[in-house]
């Protein structure tokens, strides 16, 4: 029974785990060469032995990963780089990855195909070789002690396996090696997602979706993510150009418009949801009708565009269209801000919703027949030109650097900048007085105008400065969608941007932060872009992934610093709980 | 200190002049007509039973209320009537249950308090030019030393919720003293202190005021303000009943009867508190004897 309360005991009792792992992770990645269904009916075609493809590529990659966090567990000298926070959960996730990975296309290809009968062996082998792997890694110990209890059930001394300690202090390396990581890492994070976004049929999304959802989590707690963010935050500068040359890449990689379109309106949709979360993550105003913004700035940008369905004759360059599309929606937004601001919490969400739906509905009104005739109605301003920015027709394929550019890649890259001005303004605004500002009225807003703090006035700019950002977006929105139409503009419908979608990218990717809502975003964006058989699901699903995260990750995806500190206490205070606790396990070892 | 008490009285320039503030809610008169001055390098004690009215006169002072009748006005001139005007002209304050910035660091919560004392806005932090850098740190310089000067330098970046309940209080009033004012008001800092808490901060106040920062305060600890005030009042039921010295208004009847009550008829006798009194000595006594 002693071994039963030692809390590092593994969760089975298997002689040898670390080699049966092993040979199960290298039986699962020999069994990508086979051929693992017979037609080439199933997407990817995985019919050919000696040619991974599709889902066979993604199961490849997960049992390399596990084979190497295994391998780095033996000690082997080299390897010992990739685990310096955990050493056996990331195993643990990288494997159940595998499986999770394995087993869909298992389900997958039966499904599809009809039977079981359509799986060639080299199916079967891998799928025995992902269970194997899966159980020999819980045979492994834990990386962490159980503290909360000292009697676990078996359901948490799985979760506890799979939690690891935070690595220690890293080698010091040159800064060329370090910076030369960076870029690495960079260059390998634009591969992943370019490869999300590549994905041409649902089932490879869905395996891509498995493998890099448990991949990530596995370098989180192999510690490998921790050492990564310890260095962007030292070279600060160069991660972030890094970042974006990474992101401004992504158009020379892509030989078609089909998967760019779709990277265009995800950068849209995380432009705006960053400016949302000024308001809603920093200054802590629940805006329920924040989509408005961008419709102005989309209007706006519309009828100044010289389309001929326009109210106005005129032909703006686009700098002037894109600041008049600014300054209409800081107008709107202070308009909007100035009586609605005096409210507080639940009352403002639902003025700012209500405002919300009045821009759409005033916009489908102003159709001649129920106003007078600005927007066309219900139908909307249609035939918006492309751009053209000194001579530079966007719409129109450009030759840069051999690559070709299509219509959409010059879009991207426009709108890319935007993005740039909005992290920008998001980071200095944020580390400020004015950010504090923001932040003090958030947490309490009598003591905030009791430290003389102007809280309208504050609550005002972060309102308007909200609301800019988002109009300028929406300038750019109107010319990469050609049509501006009210029904854009929802508060919640199927199609992101909507209002419940940019707040749940913002929740969901972590409140206060900057990549937080680029990830939500992105994430909101591409699984129904990608997953269309589940339109009729999708918000069902939805739902239910909001519910599970604010059971299981109040903070959201991505935790900023305070909120870190506010749902999961650590460093701070509880050290001495913590000794505690280990005085407690140790009696209670004593004691059996 | 020294200096300090022998200068009182000459430097006795009116910091804070109350005249005639009155508060009603509907039909319920909370603070009915009441006079207070503060002079300069006074502390001045406000006492009282519960729901006497002191937190409201309070709020009349910053601005949170807006006095019915009366005008409070700061070094001669008249208070306006919003909390962050009268924090900008110099009257800061504490709350009676803490209320910092919860997620916020504490550096941060004392950074907050420059808010007034600086004035980069929005357009300078974008651009961040060189006045904007020299504020910051001017700003993160002046909160370090306030952090000193209560002694939490080491926990700057602890999160606010996490320190310790005297901790907490101290922080409130380093944030408070951070948008350099000429007038604190305090509302019950030793709430939930034990004796020893209470002796800190009774010195921090001490030393806010060798800083030449006049201090209100409000508390029902008696020893705790009859050792620390210089003139201390009494509000009852919304109206001020007595002003003095810590001794004159110790010795006031009319305070030990609204705190305790006036005697019944049959009241205890003389004999019977000798007899209290006496038991009472003796139990100090002893359990003093026992902690040494």
Redesign the interface.
């Known amino acids: 029974m002693t071994t039963q309360t030692n809390p590092t005991t593994p969760l089975l009792a298997i002689p040898a785990a670390r080699a049966i792992t092993t040979a199960g992770a290298a039986l699962t990645l020999a069994s990508t060469f086979l051929a693992w269904t017979w037609t080439a009916e199933f997407p990817g075609d995985l019919t050919v032995t000696g040619y991974p493809g599709g889902l066979q590529v993604l199961t490849l990659v997960g049992a390399a990963l596990t084979l190497l966090f295994t391998l780095s567990g033996y000690g082997i000298k080299g390897l010992g780089w990739l685990t310096p926070g955990g050493t056996n959960s990331p195993v643990r996730l990288a494997a159940l990855g595998v499986l999770g990975t394995m087993g869909f296309t298992f389900a997958a290809i039966a499904i599809k195909l009809g039977g079981i009968v359509n799986l060639e062996p080299g199916a079967w082998i891998g799928l025995v070789g992902a269970l194997i792997t899966v159980a020999a890694s819980l045979g492994l110990p834990h990386d962490q002690n159980i503290t909360d209890t000292t009697t676990p059930t078996p359901l948490e001394r799985f979760l506890n396996s799979l939690r690891a300690p935070a690595p220690g202090r890293p080698k010091e390396l040159p800064s060329w090696a370090e910076i030369l990581i960076i870029v690495a890492a960079f260059g390998i994070g634009l591969y992943v997602i370019t490869y999300g976004i590549d994905t041409e049929y649902p089932e490879l999304f869905v395996g891509y979706l498995i493998i890099s959802g448990f991949a990530v989590t596995a370098l989180f707690k192999a510690g490998l993510m921790a050492r990564l963010s310890a260095l962007t935050t030292k070279y600060r500068t160069i991660a972030v150009a890094a970042a974006f040359v990474a992101a401004a890449a992504f158009p020379f990689t892509q030989t078609t418009d089909q998967f760019t379109l779709i990277a265009v309106n995800i950068l849209i949709f995380a432009t705006v949801a960053l400016g949302l979360n000024i308001v809603v993550g920093l200054a802590g105003l629940l805006d329920l009708g924040y989509v408005a913004f961008l419709g102005v700035g989309a209007y706006t940008a519309a009828l100044v565009s010289g389309t001929t369905a326009s109210a106005f004759d005129v032909q703006f360059p686009f700098w002037a269209s894109v600041l008049t599309g600014a300054a209409v929606s800081l107008i709107f937004g202070v308009v909007i801000g100035a009586p609605t601001l005096r409210l507080r919490g639940d009352y403002l969400a639902i003025v700012t919703l209500g405002f919300g739906e009045i821009f759409r509905i005033a916009v489908g009104n102003l159709d001649g027949v129920s106003g007078p005739q600005i927007t066309n109605g219900p139908n909307g301003v249609p035939n918006i030109p492309d751009l053209n920015f000194l001579g530079y027709d966007f719409g129109e394929s450009h030759t840069v650097l051999g690559f070709e550019l299509g219509s959409y890649a010059n879009y991207y890259l426009l709108m890319l900048l935007a993005m740039i001005l909005v992290v920008l303004v998001f980071s200095r605004a944020g580390s400020s007085r004015i950010g504090r500002a923001w932040v003090a009225i958030r947490e309490d807003e009598t003591a905030a105008t009791a430290m003389g703090i102007n809280g309208f006035r504050v609550k005002l700019i972060a309102f308007a400065l909200g609301a800019t950002l988002a109009g300028i977006a929406g300038t750019v929105q109107a010319h990469v969608q050609s049509t501006v139409v009210p029904e854009m503009y929802v508060f919640a419908g199927p199609v992101p941007p909507n209002s419940a979608f940019l707040l749940a990218a913002v929740i969901l990717g972590g409140m206060g932060t900057i990549s937080g809502p680029l990830i939500g975003a992105t994430l909101l964006y591409m699984i129904p872009a990608k997953l269309q058989f589940l339109q009729d699901y999708q918000l069902l699903g939805f739902g239910l992934a909001l519910i599970l995260l604010m059971r299981f990750r109040p903070e959201g995806l991505i935790a900023n610093r305070r909120a870190k500190l506010e749902y999961h206490e650590t460093d701070q205070l509880d050290a001495a709980d913590k000794t505690l606790a280990g005085t407690t396990s140790g009696t209670t070892k004593a004691g059996a | 200190m020294n200096t300090m008490t022998t200068t009182t009285p000459e430097t006795a320039t009116t910091v804070l002049d109350a005249s005639g503030v009155t508060m009603r809610f509907g039909g319920l008169t909370a603070v009915r007509n009441v006079d207070l001055t503060v002079n300069a390098g006074e502390i001045v004690g406000l006492i009282g039973p519960n729901g006497a009215g002191k937190t409201t006169f309070f709020n009349c002072l ?1 601005g ?1 209320y807006v006095p019915t009748e009366g005008k409070v006005r700061y070094k001669g001139t008249v208070l306006p009537p ?3 005007l009268v ?2 002209a110099g009257i ?2 504490t ?1 009676q249950n803490i ?7 504490v550096l ?1 919560n004392v ?6 004392r ?1 004035k ?3 357009w ?3 651009l ?1 030019g060189p006045g ?1 850098k020299k ?2 740190a001017a ?1 993160h310089e002046r909160a370090k030393e306030l952090l000193e000067f209560i002694g939490l330098q080491d926990k700057a970046d ?2 606010a ?2 320190l310790p309940y005297g901790d907490q209080r101290k922080l409130e009033i380093a ?2 003293l951070a ?1 350099d004012p000429g007038l604190l008001l305090l509302d019950e800092p030793t709430a939930g202190m034990n004796p020893q808490e209470t002796r800190v901060t009774e010195e921090l106040i001490f030393a806010i005021r060798d800083m030449g920062i006049a201090v209100l305060v409000i508390e029902h600890d008696m020893r705790f303000i009859f050792n620390l005030c210089d003139r201390v009042a009494c509000l009852v039921q919304g109206e001020k009943l007595v002003e003095g010295t810590p001794g004159d208004v110790q010795a006031d009847e009319r305070v030990v009867a609204a705190y305790l009550g006036t005697p019944f008829e049959d009241a205890p006798g003389a004999d019977e508190v000798a007899e209290v009194e006496a038991a009472e000595a003796h139990s100090t006594t002893r359990t003093e004897g026992e902690t040494q």
Do not use: C, D
Request: glycine fraction near 4%; aromatic fraction near 6%.
């Open positions: 910053t949170l919003k909390p962050h924090t900008q800061a304050r709350f209320r910092l910035f919860a997620n916020m660091t941060e950074l907050v308090g420059r808010h007034t600086t980069e806005g929005l300078s932090a974008l961040r904007f504020a910051e700003s602890h999160l919720r996490n944030r408070a948008s």
